[in-house]
């Protein structure tokens, strides 16, 4: 296993025009990954879809890895929905920031960027509570054919759960960052 990555080596920015020689380097075992990339996340910057966060290698310069985040909401289905309910809760859908594109470049897989990444998604998404609500973090993943590369299991290493297991097409996970907020609260407090 590689070296795990420091805070300090990395440089994270807003994909801009001023990036687009800088995407053709970046390689992936997943291709769409790449192709949404060089091809859609600039158009989706730029017409308030989403937001796509370039991580950088501070010293190389390399680009290491992306995170695309968008607003979304969590349609709540049993058993979650009556978990709810009980809580008083009786919404239908809940507010959410979904993360709808994650790569790390094959040349710095397994090196903590990807959990890095899901980190950062966590505290905008506590950032966006503080300012409009936001209850969950979501993601789809797609079981792959190479287990070793199962994004469903890094996920679930992250705190994510299954919202609806299928056995064909994308797995609908989200992550309830109630108790982070409750941590954050618990700190600021005492």
């Not at 009980?86 to 790390?104: D, Q, T, W």
Request: charged share 30%.
């Amino acid at each position: 296993m590689s070296e795990r990555l420091a805070l300090n080596a990395i440089l994270v920015e807003r994909l801009s025009r001023a990036h687009e020689k800088s995407l053709n380097g970046f390689s992936s075992y997943e291709k769409d990954l790449i192709d949404f990339l060089r091809e859609d996340a600039l158009p989706n910057e730029e017409t308030f879809i989403s937001t796509t966060h370039l991580w950088f290698h501070r010293e190389s310069g390399k680009l290491m890895g992306y995170i695309t985040l968008r607003a979304d909401a969590l349609n709540l289905t049993a058993p979650l929905k009556e978990d709810f309910r009980k809580k008083g809760i009786k919404y239908k859908s809940l507010p959410a920031l979904k993360i709808g594109r994650l790569c790390v470049d094959d040349r710095f897989l397994r090196r903590g960027l990807g959990t890095l990444m899901v980190d950062s998604a966590m505290i905008i998404a506590a950032e966006l509570t503080e300012k409009i609500g936001c209850r969950f973090v979501t993601v789809e993943t797609k079981r792959h054919p190479d287990k070793s590369r199962n994004a469903i299991h890094f996920y679930r290493r992250n705190g994510f759960k299954i919202l609806k297991e299928r056995e064909k097409g994308a797995i609908p996970m989200y992550k309830d960052i109630s108790k982070i907020m409750a941590g954050l609260t618990n700190r600021v407090q005492t």
